[in-house]
């Protein structure tokens, strides 16, 4: 039955209703790429702060510079040091890349369309008025807001923080999340693996995601399928700005996440998900911690990261938070219709000879299986009761190096 299962939509809703934005803090400037601010940056200068020549070559009055005119050069203005003169009729100054324009010029005649002799100088092309000046103010001006609240710092962003003079950045604390693992089987990386045991990759995998979504992980010691040990571990979580756990989510009776933070004061939000993979996926709270309780079996963790987690760490960041990007594709191959949960196909993406970006399904989807996640390029997205379709129809994917996963 489905009926009691939350759509995507409404629980990603849910899950972002319930966080706020982490508190500001000042770092440098050159520490602000990815972040997110908290304050917009305002220019404490303009720029450029006069008009200012785009070219190297003489500034003058378009008026005399017709073609074959000889003007007297009077002196030189290169970029930071300014000519205090004014240019009068029939004279030029010799300019460069950045310099102010003196006054009394209206126009740059660049040197390629310019013969220098001897203190004066030869229009070998009319120059048109306006011409090769930057306005000033062009690309920003003094107390404007340059980058809005809210705004994820790009490397170009940074670059225009630092032009309108501002070493410093108001941005949201990066949110620290929690990883706890559970499992009896469940061992570290490079450990001994007992029989019947299995390597956490879930812990790691999910904190390289919430690195890529700008937050900041901490792996938890594993806790074993018991209530105690889970409420133990769980109890450093309010530390954090959100615990996620891994496995114990589903039915199985040593699926005991609900049942150990439950003696703990956590509070339940929701509980399973119309998705595949990924459907045993509880969010409450925990105290003032949100929890976000993630499957145990990798690709639907991942899975789960990707449309819960990264949206989540988002919205703590002081970013609204929502649905991760989708692209329009081709898919390789016919399509079945598709049951009452959402479905996640883990494909790979190429060209066609047509230059259409295609999208061709692995043949198993098993949610067990990382190397095929890890192979993958793109998530299929079928909706609830999606009808089959045939190849090289069109089909909506999430892209996911394009979300650094
Ligand atoms: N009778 C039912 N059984 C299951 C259902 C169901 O609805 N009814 N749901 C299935 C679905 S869907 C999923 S997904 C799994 C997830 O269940 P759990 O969250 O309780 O996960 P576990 O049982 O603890 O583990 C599942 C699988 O994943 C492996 N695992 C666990 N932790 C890690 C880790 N940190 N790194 C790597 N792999 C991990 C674990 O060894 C198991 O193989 O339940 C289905 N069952
Ligand atoms: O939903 Mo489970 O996540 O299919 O394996």
């Not at 032009?163 to 990386?189: F, K, M």
């Not at 390029?377 to 009808?387: E, I, K, N, S, T």
Request: hydrophobic share 45%; charged share 20%.
């Amino acid at each position: 039955m489905a009926s009691d299962l939350l759509s995507i939509e409404e629980a990603r809703g849910r899950i972002l209703a319930a966080l706020t934005p982490t508190v500001a803090e000042t770092v440098a400037l050159a520490e602000g790429a990815g972040r997110v601010l908290a304050r917009g940056v305002t220019a404490r200068l303009t720029q450029p702060p006069a008009d200012v020549s785009a070219m190297d070559g003489y500034a003058l009055r378009a008026a005399d510079a017709t073609e074959g005119a000889r003007l007297a050069v009077i002196g030189s203005a290169p970029a930071g040091r300014p000519f205090e003169g004014e240019v009068g009729p029939g004279q030029a100054v010799r300019i460069f890349t950045g310099g102010f324009i003196p006054a009394g010029a209206d126009a740059v005649l660049i040197q390629e369309d310019a013969e220098a002799d001897n203190g004066s100088v030869l229009v070998k092309e009319a120059a048109r008025a306006g011409r090769h000046i930057r306005r000033r103010g062009l690309d920003f001006v003094e107390g404007s807001e340059v980058l809005p609240a809210g705004r994820k710092l790009t490397a170009r962003d940074i670059g225009l923080a630092a032009a309108s003079n501002n070493p410093w950045l108001t941005v949201h604390r990066r949110p620290r999340i929690a990883i706890l693992a559970t499992g009896d089987e469940i061992t570290l990386p490079g450990d001994p693996v007992p029989p019947g045991g299995i390597v956490s990759s879930n812990a790691h995998a999910l904190a390289a995601l919430i690195r890529a979504a700008g937050g900041e992980p901490v792996i938890l010691p594993i806790a074993p399928d018991d209530t105690r040990a889970i409420a133990e571990v769980a109890g450093a979580a309010h530390a954090f700005d959100m615990l996620v756990t891994t496995g114990g989510a589903s039915v199985g009776e040593h699926d005991l996440v609900q049942q150990a933070l439950g003696g703990e004061g956590f509070e339940l939000g929701f509980w399973k998900i119309a998705m595949r993979p990924g459907k045993p996926v509880i969010s409450g709270r925990l105290g003032r911690t949100p929890v976000l309780g993630l499957p145990g079996n990798p690709v639907s963790a991942l899975t789960c990261g990707v449309l819960f987690l990264m949206p989540a760490i988002a919205r703590l960041s002081g970013q609204p938070g929502g649905p991760p990007p989708t692209r329009r594709v081709l898919t390789a191959v016919p399509l079945a219709a598709n049951d009452q949960r959402a479905d996640h196909l883990r494909a790979t993406l190429s060209i066609d000879k047509a230059g259409h970006v295609v999208a061709t399904p692995a043949e198993v989807q098993d949610s067990s299986m990382l190397a095929t996640l890890a192979r993958a390029d793109a998530l299929v997205l079928r909706a609830p009761h999606a009808p089959a379709l045939p190849a090289m129809a069109e089909v909506e994917v999430i892209v996911l190096a394009e979300l650094g996963v």
